[in-house]
């Protein structure tokens, strides 16, 4: 159970892989709400398709089953779009015929339908460990734990001494920060994350970004945020 950013909804997911998927999506700026576990509920559709195709449609139980698709993702831009995400190692026959019905179905109902495997997803450890930072701190501004005032004195401090403190690895400017603003330690660090989750902030994912083997010099500030407010904090 994970409770999402852009929705404020308790989240389902049945696997690691699923969390993960989930967390990419929580936090792309594109997409305005996410979905999961989103059931074929027409289902004379779904059952007229199976006898189109000759698939014998499941059922549970001898009683009528509904299928689900992983995701359904909805984008600011008013586009729809469908996700099913399956490991490669548990895609057999059966499996892909139920796939055939999916895809049909929502082509009929005009929604994209897209399958992701394992192979869809980076598998950098690094890239993996940031992404789970960056979105565990960026639930921490959303429940409150953490207030725009400090963000706000962080990301002034970072205009006005980027080029004073440029060669300096990332987690001690942190900490430097830290005494300066009399923050308490890991404070700025934290904020540091969630600018990044922002895109206030830009940095590498794929660099072990949150220690001192990255220079400061390495992020690039945005260009068009001087000052912080709320508004530049919604997901």
Not at 42 to 55: F, M, Q, V, Y
């Amino acid at each position: 159970k994970l409770k999402g950013l852009k929705t404020k909804r308790t989240h389902h997911l049945l696997s690691n892989y699923e969390k993960l998927l989930f967390i990419v999506f929580d936090l792309n700026p594109q997409i305005s709400d996410i979905r999961e576990q989103y059931p074929l509920l027409d289902t004379d559709l779904a059952h007229s398709i199976s006898e189109e195709l000759g698939i014998k449609y499941p059922k549970f139980k001898n009683s009528q089953h509904i299928l689900t698709s992983d995701f359904w993702i909805d984008f600011k831009s008013g586009s729809s779009r469908i996700v099913t995400f399956k490991p490669l190692g548990n895609i057999d026959s059966r499996q892909l015929e139920l796939f055939q019905i999916e895809k049909i179905y929502w082509q009929r109902k005009g929604i994209e339908w897209h399958i992701m495997t394992e192979l869809d997803i980076p598998h950098e450890p690094i890239w993996l460990s940031n992404y789970r930072d960056i979105y565990e701190s960026i639930n921490l501004f959303v429940s409150g734990d953490i207030s725009i005032e400090p963000i706000q004195l962080l990301y002034n401090f970072l205009h006005t001494s980027f080029q004073d403190f440029g060669q300096l690895g990332i987690v001690s400017f942190m900490k430097t920060a830290d005494k300066k603003l009399n923050f308490e330690e890991g404070m700025s660090l934290r904020i540091f994350k969630i600018l990044i989750a922002r895109r206030i902030i830009n940095a590498d994912l794929r660099m072990n970004i949150f220690s001192n083997e990255v220079l400061l010099s390495s992020i690039k500030l945005s260009d068009n945020v001087r000052y912080i407010d709320k508004s530049n904090l919604v997901a």
